[in-house]
């Protein structure tokens, strides 16, 4: 079993539409990092959650730390969005990362 | 498989040394690989891209002559901290792309402590 699972692997969506995308995790965290990568490109880093949630334009991450789970959404999809997301479990010594969500947004 | 194993996984040295980190691509050819910086508290920050054979691209602000970046094989990358300081203290991290339609694979990191 993997320490990090990511959901759905890929997510196909039309433009305007609310898109989630979810993250769980077995290892104990000192933070849940949400990555974004674009074909070609490096990583970028989108957030880094310790607890609660945070807000980043369009962009919503969330985490429950006694359920060991992190959420990130997407307000109002746009084609640009269209990339891979991948969710990482920081244990402060070593990192986990998920498979990643590809997701495409159709116009 | 797409396996990258990043060694070592912890260095202590002392100021003024060099370190060497070494990505490798066990099960496939990684034709760009990436380096990463995470600073305490802080997410991660793209250092560097490189491409086999040619020099690597460094992000604004990475010095090019501390932070050397070696790509000469398809499956192996290294970074040499050189000259290393306390500030450089960090956790370094690689990412190998096996080809734009097969995504990212990443090492473990290794957590560089300088004394």
């Known amino acids: 079993k993997n320490e990090v699972e990511q959901s759905p692997q890929n997510l196909t969506a039309q433009e305007g539409e609310f898109i989630t995308i979810n993250c769980s995790y077995s290892v104990g965290i000192s933070a849940l990092h949400w990555l974004q990568q674009h074909p070609g490109g490096g990583i970028v880093s989108l957030f880094m959650?310790?607890?609660g949630k945070k807000k980043h334009g369009r962009l919503i991450a969330t985490i429950n730390i006694q359920e060991k789970h992190s959420s990130l959404h997407i307000t109002a999809s746009h084609p640009r969005d269209s990339a891979v997301y991948i969710c990482a479990a920081d244990t402060g010594n070593q990192f986990y990362f998920g498979t990643g969500t590809s997701l495409t947004v159709i116009p | 498989g797409a396996v990258v194993s990043q060694h070592p996984s912890r260095v202590i040295c002392k100021s003024g040394t060099s370190v060497k980190i070494e990505c490798r691509s066990l099960?496939?050819?990684?034709?760009?690989m990436f380096w990463y910086r995470q600073f305490p508290k802080k997410s991660l920050m793209l250092m560097a891209t490189s491409n086999e054979g040619s020099k690597a691209t460094y992000e604004q602000g990475v010095e090019k002559d501390k932070f050397l970046i070696n790509h000469a094989s398809l499956t192996l990358s290294t970074l040499t901290v050189t000259s290393a300081h306390p500030e450089d203290s960090s956790f370094y991290i690689c990412?190998?792309?096996?080809?734009?339609?097969?995504?990212?694979?990443f090492g473990s990191g290794t957590r560089l402590t300088v004394v």
């Open positions: 959650l310790s607890s």
């Open positions: 990412s190998a792309e096996r080809g734009r339609n097969y995504g990212y694979t």
């Open positions: 099960d496939f050819q990684a034709t760009t």
